[in-house]
């Protein structure tokens, strides 16, 4: 059975930081990341100053979580 793309949920911040989680493909999220008021709305966005997680995670909280723990680690700076 194959499982249709879920709608991502809005960006959000987290120490400053913009998180946007997105379905690259059924089942398999990342999210973008940028400082402060930067954009973080697509992949490419990414491109801008941010950076996209590497980890692919089952659900949009989860690579939320990813990019939390990379900021938080000092590994977004």
């Known amino acids: 059975m194959t499982?249709?793309?879920e709608?991502?949920?809005a960006p959000l911040t987290h120490a400053g930081w913009t998180i946007a989680p997105f379905e690259r493909e059924p089942g398999r999220w990342r999210a973008v990341v940028h400082?402060?008021?930067a954009a973080a709305t697509s992949p490419a966005s990414a491109d801008l100053g941010g950076f996209t997680t590497s980890a692919d995670?089952?659900?949009?909280?989860?690579a939320v979580r990813l990019a939390q723990a990379a900021i938080d680690a000092g590994t977004a700076c």
């Open 3 to 5: 499982r249709e793309a």
């Open 7 to 9: 709608t991502p949920p």
């Open 57 to 62: 995670a089952e659900t949009a909280a989860d």
């Open 35 to 37: 400082r402060g008021d």
